[in-house]
């Protein structure tokens, strides 16, 4: 063991459930002191903390999930936008290898440093005997589920990234130290799966409530399963394209990128899935039907929805809708009412642990301005907007008819040309439409008759805010409809406050949440604490339907459990699949696809990434899900709509007629595929390579 002097300074806080960043950087909880790691790792309280440095890494503002735009904007592809400075920079491409806003390094050099720190801990935890046998594999398994995390967010970043040797070197030096080249993508995300699993083995299935940061069984076998789906996905299953596999190599000439198909991907990863599922800890949190409510931020459960195929409508959950509320269950996953510690659906949390730009300062950016004096800049697209169904499973008339025929949209399945309604609900029709509650005269009639997740999800124009934390003395109002047209006072005005496409936010807004962004900046006093979903249930499913959906008719593979406790059989078969698929529409309170969806792969596919498009929204996934699907270089570079923010309320009919949105432009070329690597990483490791598209130092 090398006696080398070390000098510690980490968090000595390990309860990650609702500490906020601000904690773990404030001087009262960190201490310096210089000894060897005999010293550290024989005592169970250093130890303790040397682990915890681990997670503060994964708490690093450069590291986020689910965020606003400032260091990690990947939140923001086709479906979401910000109009507060910057985008047209981000979705034109407008930077360079330091990144967007310089974080290219800041993503790079702090994994790397957490999985310095973790795999310190991993090599010397052994010899600590403060702990027992079972404590040991539990800690062990973080660490490695950590080291996975880590690996992981450069993996999806950079695409293939050098993979330090577990033995052999100096594990103790800096990544900046070591000179090693990059590995394939198939040997980063087998390495990934296989340190998961090891992870799994010493992880508990459940934790108690102060520990809900800390991973679990699940949460290692669900990572493992997302790694899995994208090594089986086009970009990585030898469907790039051309320009990308020749760009992507080693400075020897190694291909990082396989150019051969292998179908037994998909099989590893719905097999990855059925191990979560398998496990019987997890569920899609629901809640149970609200009835004689004259609470507007709390409406009535509305009457079900008929279900021709299934009756959905006349079972009760999971079997069907009966007896939820499709409309808050989705609600409340995300906006904090749902108590992490007591949510099935919740695999894996970094709890309040998001950096100095985390979902509450998301959330600043969607509250209107004068009513909820937020920022009122963060919007979603027309696209995304036109994604959500009709409360009866149909298309909403014009979906993407902006894009019919063009690349990608040439199937009947992605759009509709029927006209859309222009005409407003009136008093007398209200009653006809209590999806848009109390206050909805006025609405457009294209946003009425929407699918539950729609209304948990967009501001349309005319939608009703609660601001339930409204304070009367400070000219304050409960349950306001939010306008969006030129002249109101959340419309279009000569600043950053308003939003570009005339469609707001509501995922993640608590009926409480108000801020007072006008007074002090960034104010979140009034606003519900909400922790990130990295990885829920409602993903796993995605992932079994989606790879189960890959699988040639009639092709059987036998795939090993995690464990290597069963071995099971995986094929395309539609009972199957629509365990995965079901669930996720059920809980969305909508009726089942038609039996042609199921057994047409290709109609099926569509389907599938719509859903993933609406199920997942702002959660990050859909800027990765474009490139790994090989469907950024279509879908990235459409033009932006939305409706006309340049019209007021006496021209209704053409505020809501989607028109190309000007100030957001986009783009997609080859640089886009993957982030740069810093020119100061190059610099570091001469054995390093850059990825397609982007510039070596001179």
Known sequence: MKNIILTLSVVTILGF?????????????????????????????????WLARGYYFLGHDDLQEICSKKHMPFNFADDMFFGDGGYENWKNGNYDESGYDGNSQGIWENAYKGIRQVSIFLHNIDMNQEFTTEEIADLKG??????????????????????????GIDYTQDYGNLAISRNTYDECANYI?????????????????????????????????????YAASPLFNGQAPVEVQAGMI???????????????????????????????VYELYTTGVRTGSTDLAYPNTLEPQPDPINHFDEKNWPNGYKDIDPFESYRSVFNGTAPAYSNPELIFTRGQNQGSEGINVMVLHQLPRREGKGYNSHGMTQKQCDAYYMKDGSDCPGMNSMYAGQEGYTDPLRYN?????????????????????????????????REPRFYASVSYNGSTWNFLNAEADQDEVKNVAIWYYLGDPNGFKQTSYWTRTGIGIKKYVHPDDISNTTVTAYDQSRMTNKVDPAIRYAEVLLIYAEALNELTSGQTYNIPSWNESTTYIISRNIDEMKKGIQPIRIRAGIPDYENDIYQDANKFRIKLKRERQIEL???????????????????????????????SKNQYVLFHTPVETPSLPS???????????????????KELSQNVGWTDPE
């Open 250 to 280: 080693n400075r020897d000439g190694t291909a990082l990128l396989s150019s051969t198909y292998d179908e037994r991907k998909w099989a590893l990863a719905a097999a990855a899935a059925k191990d979560v599922m398998d496990l019987g």
């Open 17 to 49: 459930g609702f500490s906020g960043c601000s904690d773990y950087l404030d001087s009262d909880y960190l201490f310096d002191e210089r000894m060897t790691i005999e010293n550290v790792f024989s005592n169970k309280d250093y130890s303790n903390r």
């Open 617 to 647: 929204f702002a959660e990050t996934h859909r800027y990765f899900d474009l490139r790994r699907w090989c469907d950024a270089p279509f879908e990235e570079p459409k033009h932006v709509y939305g409706c006309n923010a340049y019209c």
């Open 142 to 167: 973080q660490a490695r589920f950590l080291r996975s995390y880590f690996y992981w967010m450069l993996l999806r970043t950079f695409g293939p990234i050098p993979i330090i040797p577990d033995e």
């Open 417 to 449: 040309n029927a006209s859309r309604p222009t005409e407003l609900v009136t008093e007398n029709e209200l009653a006809n439409y209590p999806e848009l509650g109390q206050l909805g005269t006025g609405v457009c009639k294209q946003y009425a008759g």
């Open 667 to 685: 783009i997609f070329t080859t640089k886009m595929w993957f982030w740069p690597i810093n020119h100061t990483e190059l610099k570091r490791n």
């Open 193 to 229: 799966a296989q340190e998961l699993a090891e992870a799994a083995a010493g992880l508990p299935l459940t934790r108690g409530s102060q520990n809900i940061a800390r991973p679990t069984r699940g949460a290692a076998l669900a990572l493992r399963a997302r790694v899995l789906l």
